[in-house]
């Protein structure tokens, strides 16, 4: 077999847990990857923290739905039943927004809530799972999200927590260790690339997004290691329909517009990952896949 995860040829049996906060963050981040694992028979779990509810609709679904969150479970069902994510873990906190918005002080905000109570809740599902690897957020969150940020907390204690004997599990299953946890990153390369092209043509680099809350010169400040880059070239057009799956949230454009066009002028469909656990020993190649 030759392309991308060479190495292995047979993944039945395997099992992969993705930990985000928002429908649409399986497939904008690490969509590929998951297409791509799924295709070659991992069982795919998402536990996705909220429905997301404050996310900006656009326009012309305003008036037809009965909730941001209402159309966003249905548009995550979409998108994980393209992606082939087999189970989908929903945990109903409330999407909280950008840093200052008023929806962060809403009781059930996520980024409102304890750390260690949204930790248990995954630390139990982990032990119910099982899986070999678990994937989540980089410790800014991507772009410095809130929730992201916060489900990113939670995952990392709840893969210990999953192992520890001191966890107190609610149906009292006993304890269970994971192979590697993985965060996505976003390629710093890339980072350079957008920020350069956007003053290029005159646009603000600091205020980038639907919503113009998104520093990319910021993001530029920070770094993290790349253990692992897959290549989901042969899942680009299943990633491209979960896109499309996620319509209010743009995902027509976003194959189309300004990402799509800078992904297909410099990059290739790649997803970056640094490995937190197990620890890499210093001076390891770049694998090309997450299941070691
Ligand atoms: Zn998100």
Redesign the pocket.
Known sequence: MTGPLKNKTNYTGKKLLSV???P??ET??MGGTLALYAQRGVEIHLICATR?EVGEIDPEFKETIKSAACLRTQELRCAAEVLGIQHLHILNYR?SGMPGSEANTHPKALAAQPIEKVAGEVAHLIRQIKPDVVLTFDPI??YR?P??IAIQKAAVQAYDLAASENFDDPEGLPPFQANGLFFNTIDRKFLKIMVWVLRLIGQNPHKFGRNKDIDLVALTDVDYPTHVKIDYKPVKKIREKAAACHASQGGIQMNKGFRGFITRLFGRPIDTYMQAYPEVEEGRKVQDDLFL
Do not use: K, R, T
């Open positions: 985000l906060a928002h649409d963050d904008f981040g997301g999407d969150g991507g999200h929730d992201h």
